[in-house]
């Protein structure tokens, strides 16, 4: 029985770009035998005539299918292809790619090859070990490493390498299982959405090193509206659970009263100094709230670390948060001259996602599953450390003309 997979290539004036990337990706097809190998190009009606391209190379490849549409952004084209694609197509595996020669198409073959293996999702990566970005600027490469650190730690996706990667393979089922409406990034941070979304599914990940080249024509369309979508949605990655994150914040506003309540008590009725009387106070804010959150909050995760531990891990979340609530207040105020109170409110926000992100991600961490890897032909699998994932030997010699063994990234999170 031969299977369907389908590619999904958004476009906006790639003419020049989808006239050889389109039999670069077919030229694939042969050695995929177990899929039928369609592409679906999604075009945001680009003014340079890439749609004429399509339809032109339509006529030689019977697989090739277009869908147009107005330009609202990268994540509203892949929600749109993939909606398509799912409805019309049927495949049981969605391969995401740029049309800009950026991505190779010789890994199509193995990452259909480790879809059809018990992998969920397949990353093409670039900063997994043995993938490169010899075309980055250190200026690019330092803002690309910098934002998947934001959304491996804020976003709690510690056992990723590139969570922005464009270039991966999804099975159809679980695509089907997400909620794509729900994912309000409309622009390039729809792949780090996406990602989040995927990895609540409890499926196994297998990042593939690759080469980023150099994009073919044209210019990137990375724009500094996508840069800002793209830090709100850090934080939007983590608060996932929007009661979760109430119950945070209700505890939170309770701590307030707590502080407040435990000052005046200290410092009006028993008359102990200021700088006695506020330290006691924010501490026993701080333990009213490890208390709340550890009992109501997150009282499904408290199976994991010991009590002593959350407690200390939840100060040390409490510090930090505290120092960047500080830190934006005064640049607000002081720099910027923002009203102080609303530079407060802005800072206790801040400090707040902060200190959700930090407990939800360490303090109170969910457990993730036992991996289920494939067997390694040659040693034992080494551990990456952690309880997010481990480095695996993935055979891949059942795909033509790759003889090789590929060290690949493994982890699974709930």
């Known amino acids: 029985m031969t299977f369907r997979a389908c590619v999904i290539l958004p476009t906006y004036n790639e003419a020049q770009n989808v006239t050889s990337v389109i039999p670069r990706i077919f030229a694939q097809a042969s050695k995929i035998p177990t899929h039928d190998l369609h592409v679906l190009v999604v075009d945001d009606n680009s003014p340079d005539g890439t749609q004429q391209v399509v339809r032109t190379l339509m006529q030689k490849y019977e697989n090739l299918h277009l869908i147009t549409g107005a330009k609202q952004g990268l994540g509203e084209a892949y929600k749109r292809g993939i909606g398509h694609a799912l409805r019309e197509l049927t495949p049981d595996i969605v391969f995401e790619m740029d049309a800009d020669g950026q991505h190779d198409p010789d890994l199509l073959p193995i990452f259909a090859y480790l879809a059809s293996h018990d992998f969920g999702l ?151 100094p200021l700088a006695i009387a506020s330290p006691l106070a924010i501490e026993l804010s701080i333990l009213s709230n490890y208390f709340l959150n550890d009992r109501w909050t997150f009282r499904e995760r408290r199976t994991g670390s010991p009590f002593h531990k959350r407690l200390l891990t939840f100060h040390a979340a409490a510090g930090v948060a505290g120092v960047v609530n500080y830190a934006v207040f005064m640049v607000l105020a002081a720099v910027f001259h923002l009203y102080d109170i609303a530079a407060s409110l802005v800072g206790i926000v801040c400090a707040m996602l902060i200190n959700y992100g930090t407990n939800s991600l360490w303090t109170w961490r969910k457990s993730s599953p036992g991996l289920k890897g494939t067997e390694p032909e040659e040693g034992p699998a080494t551990g990456m450390g952690g309880s997010f994932g481990q480095k695996e030997q993935v055979p891949i010699a059942a795909v033509p003309g790759k003889k090789r063994m590929v060290t690949a990234t493994t982890d699974l999170r709930r």
């Open 122 to 272: 397949v990353i093409g990566s670039r900063f997994a070990p043995g993938g490169t970005t010899p075309e980055f600027s250190p200026w690019r490469r330092t803002l690309s490493l910098i934002g998947n650190w934001m959304i491996r730690i804020v976003g709690g996706l510690p056992g990723v390498h590139d969570c922005t990667s464009g270039y991966r393979c999804i099975k159809a089922d679980i695509l089907q299982r997400c909620d794509l409406t729900h994912l309000a990034t409309r622009g390039y941070s729809f792949q780090s959405s996406l990602l989040c979304e995927l990895l609540r599914h409890n499926i196994k990940v297998v990042e593939i090193p690759m080469v980023f080249h150099q994009r073919e024509q044209g210019q990137s369309k990375l724009t500094l509206k996508d840069q800002v979508e793209f830090l709100g949605n850090v934080f939007r990655c983590r608060i996932y659970r929007p009661g979760e994150f109430l119950k945070f914040a209700v505890v939170g506003l309770s701590g307030v009263f707590v502080n407040m309540g435990c000052y005046l008590f200290l410092q009006r009725k028993l008359g102990l």
